[in-house]
């Protein structure tokens, strides 16, 4: 170890001694300080000691003043009580007596009270004459209430405007109360079943929950009953007489003049485009047209007030379920809904009797509205039976069902008596029209036809013997099917009547120019109708508009026999000089020939100009045709004897010369 590291390591330890005894020195005033501290605490705790046997007794005494003084707080409290309850009677019999205030939740409060203090006396003395007095003057806060239930409804209710329905939306809920005053109701609604047990026993055998309901019924009812009369003056319902059955009151504006004709402008309009003429058989059509449109308006207004009623419905509906104790809701939703309900269901039936009566006189357009009133009767029944889920389908919505029952049986009555009757009506000669124009039947038949199509599920569904719709739906392709064969069923029977018609006209052509017009009427609507046509179609047959122009066709050649005549005049004996072996007999012959010619044109002539073919077209296609034919063999014969002597006075027989003959052809069919 060299002597720089003996020198280090001596002057460590140096350094650690004196450390050490730095150390030691702390120790030694640490254990100094320590006991003096135990010293001090020691003393610290004797005094502790003392000090507490000192104040404790003080203590103890100060906690027993106190809760003597918490006692008699309580007792007084207590005794206040008490001395409230036997003087409650005359501090609110005044406030409770008195009809209810508009401050609701503060007399419920005073109600509260009074039902404590009947609850203390019951606990505490049951006999006392307290407990009787209290009860009768708790009854007639009761009473009060329900009262005030009843004038609630009725003071307050709204008057719902008509541009708040909504047609297009029925789930719609109108409020029918302000916000504050449904708050009121439900307070009564929900406080008065809940404390009826402070009742005498003898008041309690009357049935308050009952009461209230029965208030909120006769409230309801007649916020009903004016609601529906507001909005019947409002649709200007013109029923039956002039009178709405339903609220017994006179309509406004209820006279209907008799205009227009048996079908809709629309339908007017389209037979006039493909040339339907007027005739003496129209105005028997015409006779039951009032009762038509009155059936028709009618029916339009019914089905919005009908629309106005199912939201009313749904409203009260929400109503009851909010403010009527649910022990009572069904009840009360039936009881309600009980009268208007009756009257809503007659008023319908009175409309299905006159659409009947209507019906009865063959004014087939009637079937329409009672479609319409139909497929809306349905939206009304389902559309509060699948939103609201009301289990009430038998007692307050079977008069709906009951309606629709009756509607579904006319309009189905109607459907067949239809077809009946264009199937007989091919007896009734009177209704022929002389000049072979388009009969009425055609053009009815193919317009209804056409308005078939505008509720074709509606039809289809019903000729299918599904009363309500919405209970079972069917495939697109089993209505179309069943209405196809309907209106196939129609058209065939049309088509029969029309032939057996046509055998009533004695002149052949006129009678194949009659069943040509409505062929002709029936193709031109198909064509116009692509619906209607794709509806009829069948496979592997022709198109329907095809087939009505090979009809045509047919007819056609029937009615071409009568210029026949005049071909064969034309052509007859027809040599190029007359010959002077037989120059007498021929020109007899000329003569003869210009003269029957001439006999027969004329004749011909005189009835067609007043025969018709109402469609332009088909018109100007027949009269050329004639003019082709006629024209061919007459030009040929006034030339070869215009200049031949066969007669010193040739004006005597050529009466006509070719722009004659095609002036007087052009005016056939010109009435």
């Known amino acids: 170890m060299t002597s720089g590291q003996v020198a280090m390591i001596e002057a460590q330890l140096k350094e650690d001694r004196a450390k050490l005894e730095s150390f030691k020195s702390m120790l030694n005033r640490s254990s100094t300080l320590t006991t003096c501290m135990k010293e001090r605490l020691t003393q610290f705790d004797d005094r502790l000691v003392r000090l507490k046997s000192r104040i404790m007794p003080v203590y103890e005494e100060m906690?027993?003043?106190?809760?003597?003084?918490?006692?008699?707080?309580?007792?007084?409290?207590?005794?206040?009580?008490?001395?409230?309850?036997?003087?409650?009677?005359?501090?609110?019999?005044?406030?409770?007596?008195?009809?209810?205030?508009?401050?609701?939740?503060?007399?419920?409060?005073?109600?509260?009270?009074?039902?404590?203090?009947?609850?203390?006396?019951?606990?505490?003395?049951?006999?006392?004459?307290?407990?009787?007095?209290?009860?009768?003057?708790?009854?007639?806060?009761?009473?009060?209430?329900?009262?005030?239930?009843?004038?609630?409804?009725?003071?307050?209710?709204?008057?719902?405007?008509?541009?708040?329905?909504?047609?297009?939306?029925?789930?719609?809920?109108?409020?029918?109360?302000?916000?504050?005053?449904?708050?009121?109701?439900?307070?009564?609604?929900?406080?008065?079943?809940?404390?009826?047990?402070?009742?005498?026993?003898?008041?309690?055998?009357?049935?308050?929950?009952?009461?209230?309901?029965?208030?909120?019924?006769?409230?309801?009812?007649?916020?009903?009953?004016?609601?529906?009369?507001?909005?019947?003056?409002?649709?200007?319902?013109?029923?039956?007489?002039?009178?709405?059955?339903?609220?017994?009151?006179?309509?406004?504006?209820?006279?209907?003049?008799?205009?227009?004709?048996?079908?809709?402008?629309?339908?007017?309009?389209?037979?006039?485009?493909?040339?339907?003429?007027?005739?003496?058989?129209?105005?028997?059509?015409?006779?039951?047209?009032?009762?038509?449109?009155?059936?028709?308006?009618?029916?339009?207004?019914?089905?919005?007030?009908?629309?106005?009623?199912?939201?009313?419905?749904?409203?009260?509906?929400?109503?009851?379920?909010?403010?009527?104790?649910?022990?009572?809701?069904?009840?009360?939703?039936?009881?309600?809904?009980?009268?208007?309900?009756?009257?809503?269901?007659?008023?319908?039936?009175?409309?299905?009797?006159?659409?009947?009566?209507?019906?009865?006189?063959?004014?087939?357009?009637?079937l329409f509205p009672m479609l319409t009133l139909y497929k809306g009767l349905n939206r009304i029944k389902y559309s509060l039976i699948s939103t609201d889920q009301l289990e009430l389908e038998v007692q307050p919505l079977s008069p709906i069902s009951d309606l629709i029952s009756q509607v579904t049986s006319c309009v189905k009555e109607t459907l067949e008596q239809f077809k009946l009757f264009v199937k007989d009506d091919s007896v009734r000669s009177s209704n022929i029209a002389i000049d072979g124009t388009v009969h009425q039947l055609t053009s009815n038949v193919m317009s209804i036809c056409g308005q078939l199509l505008q509720h074709r599920e509606t039809v289809g569904t019903l000729l299918q013997g599904v009363q309500h719709q919405g209970t079972r739906q069917l495939q697109l392709s089993i209505i179309q099917r069943a209405v196809g064969q309907y209106i196939l069923g129609i058209i065939t029977a049309l088509e029969r009547n029309l032939a057996v018609k046509s055998e009533q006209y004695e002149n052949k052509c006129l009678s194949a120019l009659f069943l040509m017009n409505n062929y002709n009427y029936i193709r031109r609507y198909l064509l116009e109708e692509g619906e209607l046509s794709a509806l009829l179609a069948r496979p592997n047959e022709i198109e329907p508009a095809e087939k009505y122009a090979d009809l045509i066709e047919r007819q056609k050649e029937q009615y071409r026999t009568w210029y026949r005549t005049l071909t064969d005049v034309c052509i007859e004996n027809t040599g190029s000089a007359v010959k002077k072996e037989s120059e007498k007999a021929q020109k007899e012959a000329v003569k003869s020939r210009f003269k029957t010619f001439n006999n027969y044109f004329l004749e011909q002539w005189t009835l067609q100009k007043k025969w018709a073919i109402p469609d332009a077209e088909f018109r100007h296609m027949i009269i050329i045709d004639n003019i082709n034919a006629v024209m061919q063999c007459y030009v040929e014969l006034y030339e070869r004897y215009r200049d031949a002597k066969f007669t010193s006075n040739p004006g005597k027989y050529i009466e006509y010369t070719p722009d004659h003959i095609e002036k007087m052809l052009l005016a056939f069919f010109d009435q």
């Open 63 to 366: 906690q027993i003043k106190i809760r003597a003084q918490s006692n008699s707080e309580l007792a007084v409290r207590e005794l206040e009580k008490v001395a409230r309850y036997y003087c409650i009677r005359e501090e609110l019999e005044k406030t409770i007596n008195n009809s209810v205030t508009q401050n609701i939740p503060e007399y419920i409060g005073h109600m509260r009270d009074l039902a404590k203090a009947i609850r203390f006396f019951l606990e505490n003395n049951p006999g006392s004459n307290e407990v009787a007095n209290l009860q009768a003057l708790f009854r007639n806060g009761i009473s009060n209430m329900c009262k005030e239930y009843e004038d609630l409804l009725k003071r307050r209710a709204r008057k719902v405007p008509v541009e708040e329905f909504n047609i297009e939306d029925l789930e719609t809920v109108l409020p029918l109360l302000p916000p504050e005053v449904k708050e009121n109701l439900k307070l009564i609604s929900s406080w008065v079943p809940g404390n009826l047990q402070y009742l005498s026993p003898g008041d309690a055998k009357h049935d308050y929950v009952a009461e209230l309901k029965d208030n909120f019924v006769k409230a309801q009812r007649r916020y009903l009953r004016e609601s529906m009369e507001r909005l019947a003056e409002h649709e200007q319902l013109p029923m039956f007489g002039n009178v709405t059955p339903l609220f017994g009151r006179k309509a406004k504006n209820a006279e209907i003049t008799r205009k227009g004709s048996k079908l809709s402008r629309t339908d007017i309009k389209r037979q006039s485009k493909r040339g339907h003429k007027r005739t003496a058989s129209d105005h028997n059509s015409i006779q039951v047209i009032k009762e038509e449109i009155n059936v028709e308006k009618s029916t339009a207004s019914f089905g919005r007030l009908s629309f106005y009623f199912t939201q009313l419905i749904r409203a009260i509906y929400y109503q009851i379920r909010e403010l009527v104790p649910p022990s009572y809701q069904d009840a009360a939703f039936q009881e309600t809904l009980k009268d208007t309900m009756g009257h809503f269901e007659g008023e319908g039936v009175l409309l299905v009797k006159a659409a009947r009566e209507q019906i009865v006189n063959s004014n087939w357009v009637t």
